[in-house]
């Protein structure tokens, strides 16, 4: 199999993965399980061909979509010997961030040829789907944690991209990316990697602003 | 009128009247009415023609956004005179999600012959419009409520795909589809059936995990 | 450049800055602050051309992408001077929302010719974008606020297609459009304006309704 391709269903299964885990920590029924790991985990890329005026890649492959399935029903009868859920789900989040950091930026780089266009495609499929996760759950957005996420993401992306302009063979950039993606998330998660951030104060409540 | 598209209306209009009665709890105005009534009713048909790559069904074709938009002006001027809006809301939603969970899955098996997108499109169509309304108007999500929700329209796409893949009239697995759907749903909603969710334990919050 | 065109470059770039203005006042890095600039800036317009099944405006030209990078640096380095970023927020929000009513409704016209599909995608490009940035912000959603929001977005995409119907001159329609919208969401965040509701009455809780 292609390595991009590979990269690809391991994404889907482990951000399928989160969406099951959010299911739990919401104690839903198996249906519920199984409609946030679809939803996380073939969100982000619906998102990308949408955007790129592709045929979603879903829907001429059915397998996505069962290995979703798959995922939600193991999960369904594991989690519960899971000391943390937050915790795996974080980190299969990142693994999911880092792989379709690259295949988004694989496939808008292919079809426009626009760096630019690359870029904000892999963004926007790695982030996309943990974030329906996280609004549809109800949990807190990984968007608005303190540790470096969106960044890791960019990190990965860019490296693809920037190794795939300059010639690189795609395995190559390509793992390259992964690799750099999930340094940097993994980084923040274990070492609460984070930016200072400028002259930053908390935003105040609207009713409190005269 | 072809059943289908009878259903097609029909889960425009009941979806648009929970749109409007979510903005009548919100206490919005007039055109928060039109707004939340007409995102509700057209939100699942739209992702769902997007997913499939077909041309958005209200762009064509008026009538569905005046549909919603006279719908929404009735409850304006009449949900005060509903003792529970909230109840209304549900059932409401209840029919919509059964006629959308037969009018997805019939698009997606016509464009695509497969019964998997059939049925994940069935579920989207009839989910998404809701998931839209309750996210803009703070409501707590339907989709998290412990009882049955996703499932029904699992079980209405389910059968009605079956029933066509089986070669039956579409009348007859069309309105078997839509059947057993609202009887799932009301039967959730009536006697307050849940699954028994497998030893299940609530999610700890995120800032409690060390 | 042509005037519309140029009410294009200018709603991307203020809704930018409302989206770096809640990346500011969530405390997010830099990586936040162009994350959800991009975000609110091209996301009106991303769903106005899926909707239209357009080519999305970003692909083919990536100015908007890098105006939106651009304006999320500048807000990064001066928020902290801003007294309130909330009212800032507020009033480019409404220059935004007036610029893409105008652009959203003359996109639709152009594409369908139909003037309900005009005002629908004129409304939809103005609003959708600012909502977008408020739940991935977690920012109390403006749609919710008691002003009048909707109806600006309502009355510039009217005034606009009315005017294009009648065979004006697209600058004259435009600007009326654009002025009309604007004084209305001005008038209403300087005033307090909003329509009376129809006797309303709050909604109760889903867990207090027997």
Redesign the interface.
């Known amino acids: 199999m292609h390595p991009i391709a590979l990269l690809d269903y391991a994404g889907v299964a482990v951000f399928a993965a989160t969406g099951a885990l959010?299911a739990?920590?919401?104690?839903?029924?198996?249906?519920?399980f199984?409609?946030l790991a679809?939803v996380t985990g073939i969100g982000g890329g619906?998102l990308r061909d949408?955007?790129?005026?592709l045929?979603?890649f879903?829907?001429?492959n059915?397998s996505h979509?069962?290995i979703c399935a798959a995922v939600a029903v193991l999960v369904?009868?594991s989690?519960?010997r899971v000391e943390?859920?937050?915790?795996w789900l974080l980190w299969l989040d990142a693994v999911g961030l880092a792989a379709f950091s690259v295949m988004g930026a694989a496939k808008g780089l292919a079809i426009?040829g626009?760096p630019?266009?690359s870029v904000?495609t892999g963004?926007l499929t790695a982030?996309f789907g943990g974030?329906l996760r996280d609004?549809?759950?109800?949990e807190?957005?990984v968007?608005?944690?303190p540790e470096?996420y969106?960044?890791a993401a960019?990190v990965g992306a860019s490296i693809f991209t920037l190794g795939d302009v300059a010639g690189l063979p795609q395995i190559v950039s390509g793992l390259a990316g992964f690799a750099a993606a999930f340094a940097v998330r993994g980084g923040a998660l274990k070492f609460g990697w984070?930016?200072a951030?400028?002259?930053?104060?908390?935003?105040?409540r609207?009713e409190d602003?005269s």
Chains 1, 2, 3 share one sequence.
Do not use: E
């Open positions: 959010a739990s920590r919401k104690q839903l029924d198996i249906i519920g199984l409609f679809c619906t949408v955007i790129l005026n045929p979603v879903w829907i001429a059915s979509v069962l369904f009868f989690a519960h943390s859920r937050w915790k426009t626009s630019v266009v904000v963004v982030t974030i609004v549809l759950a109800g807190p957005s968007l608005l944690r470096i969106v960044t960019l984070s930016f951030s400028y002259k930053s104060r908390p935003g105040r609207p602003i």
